[in-house]
């Protein structure tokens, strides 16, 4: 749970906790103000380049400063997360992005979140760091750096490596089946 409210942020009474199906929450006895704690959504971005690599920041602001991630950030309000996507990216390290799918849904243990990853086309630019970030850099895909800031960012961008790898397999055993066929 996130911190929970002493006082309504309304009106100002002290909250009492009610149960709402079951679930107890911290709710006003004065107005309707009920302290749901929906988990917050959250996006992070996989950002290929055109040279094979893979766009990461150094985070610049806690949680985890000074560690390697994606590009991440929270929904502002009245956006949607495409949106959050494309501004995040621009903000993190500069990119103009085209998100082309949501490549996973994951609920980060312990922090009530709901983290959005998703695929963009390959840019051709190079990534700057924006002022959230200390550092912003295209890494080759075997050589990513150890200290990932995040399991969840890790385990997604590990998904996609290997169904990059996958492709490229495939691609490559459908180009020699072409070959053998033109004989
Ligand atoms: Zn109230």
Same mark, same amino acid.
């Given at each position: 749970?996130?911190?929970? !409210?002493?006082?309504?942020?309304?009106?100002?009474?002290?909250?009492? =906790?009610?149960?709402?199906?079951?679930?107890?929450?911290?709710?006003?006895?004065?107005?309707? !103000? &009920?302290?749901?704690? *929906?988990?917050?959504? =959250?996006?992070? @971005?996989?950002?290929?380049?055109?040279?094979?690599? &893979?766009?990461?920041?150094?985070?610049?602001?806690?949680?985890?400063?000074?560690?390697?991630?994606?590009?991440?950030? !929270? =929904?502002?309000?009245?956006?949607?997360?495409?949106?959050?996507? &494309?501004?995040?990216?621009?903000?993190?390290?500069?990119?103009? @992005?085209?998100?082309?799918?949501?490549?996973? =849904?994951?609920?980060?243990?312990?922090?009530?979140?709901?983290?959005?990853?998703?695929?963009?086309?390959? &840019?051709?630019?190079?990534?700057?760091?924006?002022?959230?970030?200390?550092?912003?850099?295209? !890494?080759?895909?075997?050589?990513?750096?150890?200290? @990932?800031?995040?399991?969840?960012?890790?385990?997604?961008?590990?998904?996609?490596?290997? *169904?990059?790898?996958?492709?490229?397999?495939?691609?490559?055993?459908?180009?020699?089946?072409?070959?053998?066929?033109?004989?």
């Amino acid at each position: 749970m996130a911190q929970a !409210f002493k006082y309504c942020p309304l009106c100002a009474t002290s909250l009492v =906790v009610k149960l709402f199906d079951g679930n107890e929450k911290n709710a006003c006895p004065a107005c309707d !103000f &009920v302290q749901w704690d *929906n988990p917050l959504p =959250v996006v992070a @971005i996989i950002v290929p380049h055109v040279s094979g690599g &893979v766009v990461l920041i150094k985070r610049g602001m806690p949680p985890r400063l000074g560690f390697w991630a994606l590009p991440a950030g !929270f =929904v502002d309000h009245g956006e949607g997360p495409f949106q959050a996507a &494309v501004r995040e990216a621009k903000e993190e390290c500069g990119l103009d @992005i085209k998100p082309v799918r949501l490549y996973g =849904v994951y609920t980060p243990q312990g922090s009530n979140q709901i983290l959005m990853v998703y695929l963009a086309k390959p &840019v051709t630019q190079l990534p700057v760091p924006g002022s959230d970030a200390l550092e912003a850099q295209v !890494f080759p895909l075997d050589q990513l750096p150890a200290d @990932i800031a995040f399991p969840l960012h890790e385990e997604a961008l590990h998904k996609w490596i290997k *169904n990059c790898r996958r492709s490229q397999k495939r691609g490559r055993s459908a180009g020699r089946g072409k070959a053998r066929a033109k004989r």
